[in-house]
């Protein structure tokens, strides 16, 4: 069983940067973030993989930063230029098997409680 906790959610104007922070009991083959606004289904951010393949959702790309610190056992993901639609519940995610990696929630057997970002305008 794959323990996932996040932290470093909070308040932030819009163009601000706020660094989230995962801690794991251990890593999977696919390490994920994924956000989930009110009214709105989960979607994904971005995620790594055992090989530090990294992949980002087009609306995150070029802002967002994921990366993981293996001596720690903990994932990031650096928020910068944040936007008002960046609002969300932000999740850490790890996935059940290896050789296959996306952004689907699917794939992703263990989930973190989440840590909320909002942004305002």
């Known amino acids: 069983q794959v323990q996932l906790v996040e932290s470093g959610g909070g308040s932030v104007q819009a163009g601000g940067s706020l660094r989230l922070s995962c801690a794991a009991s251990?890593?999977?083959?696919?390490m994920g973030w994924f956000r989930q606004a009110p009214g709105k289904e989960r979607e994904g951010v971005g995620y790594?993989?055992?090989?530090?393949?990294?992949r980002y959702a087009p609306s995150v790309k070029g802002r967002f930063t994921i990366s993981k610190d293996s001596a720690k056992n903990t994932l990031y993901l650096q928020m910068n230029s944040l936007k008002p639609e960046d609002t969300a519940m932000y999740y850490c995610?790890?996935?059940?098997?290896?050789?296959?990696?996306?952004?689907?929630?699917?794939?992703?057997?263990?989930w973190g409680q989440g840590t909320q970002v909002t942004v305002s305008s």
């Open positions: 995610a790890a996935s059940v098997s290896g050789g296959y990696c996306a952004m689907q929630a699917g794939l992703f057997g263990y």
């Open positions: 790594i993989t055992t090989y530090g393949t990294i």
């Open positions: 251990e890593y999977t083959y696919c």
